[in-house]
């Protein structure tokens, strides 16, 4: 099994601490990155940001992705998550002023409604395999970049980057 490296940053404030872990593992990085990239933020509640990937966030990972040799083309921020209305986390936590913050292309993507799914099996840590059900979309981004908040869960105990792509 490949090593897998993680970072973590502290500097002024949010944006600058993403845009530091993700420059700590810059060599790591670069090479797996596509024409097409795709943030996936964790939206516990669309009411309550602190339970939520905050916008600062997207900017310290897009601010990266920017200052990379073959920055991608556009960028897909793609969520489904706990809400009343279809995109009313992105609303709520001003996630539509990225679209105009930069030259690059973003797209804000509620996987709430999304149509095309698929299942796909993961390995449960007694190492049997489970079906998940995931958006077509998030399978056919070439390049996904998982921005979970790290928090404690009642099942998993805690939510890192994995469980934000599958749950």
């Known amino acids: 099994m490949s090593r897998?490296?993680?970072?973590?940053?502290?500097?002024?404030?949010?944006?600058?601490?993403?845009?530091?872990?993700?420059?700590?593992?810059?060599?790591?990085?670069?090479?797996?990155?596509?024409?097409?990239?795709?943030?996936?933020?964790?939206f516990l509640s669309s009411k309550n940001q602190l339970a939520s990937s905050h916008p600062d966030?997207?900017?310290?990972?897009?601010?990266?992705l920017l200052t990379t040799p073959n920055p991608p083309d556009e960028i897909l921020i793609a969520e489904g998550g706990n809400?009343?209305?279809?995109?009313?986390?992105?609303?709520n936590f001003g996630y539509d002023a990225l679209k105009e913050e930069y030259d690059v292309p973003i797209?804000?993507?509620d996987l709430n409604s999304e149509t095309r799914w698929e299942s796909v099996p993961i390995l449960l840590d007694d190492r049997t395999e489970y079906q998940v059900h995931m958006p077509k979309t998030v399978l056919d981004c070439p390049c996904?970049?998982?921005?979970?908040?790290?928090?404690?869960h009642d099942v998993t105990v805690v939510t890192l980057a994995l469980k934000n792509m599958i749950m």
Request: no cysteine; aromatic share 4%.
């Open 4 to 42: 897998i490296n993680v970072s973590l940053a502290r500097r002024e404030n949010r944006r600058q601490n993403v845009f530091g872990a993700l420059d700590l593992i810059r060599d790591d990085v670069v090479p797996k990155l596509a024409e097409q990239v795709m943030l996936k933020p964790n």
């Open 57 to 64: 966030a997207m900017r310290g990972a897009i601010d990266f």
């Open 83 to 91: 809400e009343d209305i279809p995109g009313e986390a992105f609303d």
């Open 107 to 109: 797209r804000l993507i």
């Open 144 to 152: 996904t970049i998982s921005m979970a908040v790290a928090k404690t």
